[in-house]
């Protein structure tokens, strides 16, 4: 990887950044911030939307399940979808997930972020959409295998796009499915398929946006001066990352073989297995208690828009504290914790259960004993 060497006895070019620096060129705080924040505009709405859509992509299917199951209306019945074959087509996007993370990036590294992220969210749009028209189990599968080999890019990509410019989406989805939800029979459509049409579309045009508008990287944004990005490249020193860096297996190497890394891969796992959980599967849990198909979709929104005030409150602590660890640690013990008391009381029910059970046929069979 390049690096960016500040020789402390080069006179600083006053010209450019002198009043955002110290007398050894490094920049201060407040100027940095200031660089960040034009930064922060410029492409936080891009990456905010972009994750938003995939999200909502991915984990529509789980909306689809139930969405009007109470009137047969819902995807199961219309293509004759088994509930294992559910499970296979959920077990499709994440094989095709896990095969084209890696080559993703690869190819962002060679046709730049916004042609690739454009390519990407056209791609995952378009196969959403699809999915609306499916006419029986297979093409559901085959779109799910697609959908997941177009979404394997986007996240990792967006971190490694984000990478070059700084140091080291739930509720809507269920908002949206009770919404589309009243849609049932429009257009002879019945509502899940609308679902999928509606939250694919707007991905086509997030893609032409990302690939006028998304800037390609900070040393050759127009939009920052040769100052600001002076003052960028010197806070990150010698770990600096460059579009133009090639790739080596030097570096693939001490990426696989850095146990620090390993550690953040196995985290990011049981985060992901428990969110996965949560958007697929939610659903049809909260309607396996009793609730409708379109009052399923709404009583899934309280979990995420909890979870999205607390992450605001998280980050602007973690942020200001400089604490990280100790903060993933907390909210994962929380994490673990409410993912296991439903299933202990549902152990529990089950132990009553079958307690009632054993005391109800000992007795009846006292009973039956004692009779003449």
């Given at each position: 990887?390049?690096?960016?060497?500040l020789d402390i006895e080069k006179p600083v070019d006053t010209s450019t950044h002198v009043e955002d620096s110290d007398s050894r060129g490094v920049p201060d705080l407040a100027a940095l911030s200031r660089v960040y924040r034009k930064i922060d505009r410029r492409i936080l709405p891009f990456v905010a939307m972009i994750y938003l859509l995939c999200y909502l992509d991915r984990s529509n299917i789980g909306n689809a399940k139930v969405l009007n199951a109470n009137t047969?209306?819902?995807?199961?019945h219309n293509i004759g979808m088994s509930d294992h074959q559910y499970r296979v087509a959920l077990m499709l996007f994440l094989v095709a997930y896990s095969l084209f993370?890696?080559?993703?990036?690869l190819a962002m590294k060679l046709?730049?972020?916004p042609v690739w992220l454009a390519f990407l969210v056209l791609g995952f749009g378009a196969i959403c959409a699809g999915i609306g028209g499916s006419k029986n189990v297979e093409t559901l599968m085959a779109l799910r295998f697609l959908l997941g080999m177009f979404e394997a890019g986007v996240f990792p990509g967006m971190i490694f796009y984000l990478?070059?410019?700084a140091t080291l989406a739930g509720a809507?989805?269920?908002a949206i499915a009770y919404g589309v939800g009243h849609m049932n029979q429009a257009g002879n459509l019945?509502?899940?398929r609308w679902l999928f049409i509606l939250e694919g579309l707007p991905c086509l045009i997030l893609s032409v946006a990302i690939f006028f508008f998304l800037p390609k990287y900070p040393e050759t944004s127009k939009w920052l001066t040769e100052g600001e990005k002076s003052i960028l490249q010197a806070s990150f020193g010698a770990n600096i990352s460059r579009g133009d860096d090639k790739l080596n297996w030097a570096d693939a190497k001490g990426t696989l073989l850095d146990l620090r890394l390993w550690v953040h891969y196995f985290v990011y796992l049981c985060c992901g297995i428990g969110v996965s959980s949560l958007s697929l599967f939610a659903p049809t849990i909260v309607s396996g208690i009793g609730y409708t198909g379109l009052e399923a979709q709404l009583f899934t929104m309280p979990p995420y828009a909890c979870a999205y005030v607390i992450t605001l409150l998280a980050a602007y602590f973690s942020d200001r504290h400089m604490c990280r660890g100790p903060i993933i640690a907390v909210f994962s013990l929380i994490g673990l914790i409410t993912f296991l008391i439903p299933g202990m009381t549902l152990i529990l029910v089950l132990r009553k259960l079958m307690f009632t059970t054993k005391f109800l046929t000992k007795n009846q069979q006292r009973a039956l004993q004692l009779r003449p």
């Open positions: 990887m390049s690096s960016i060497n047969s209306d819902d995807l199961m993370e890696a080559p993703s990036n046709f730049s972020p990478s070059f410019c809507f989805g269920g019945s509502a899940w």
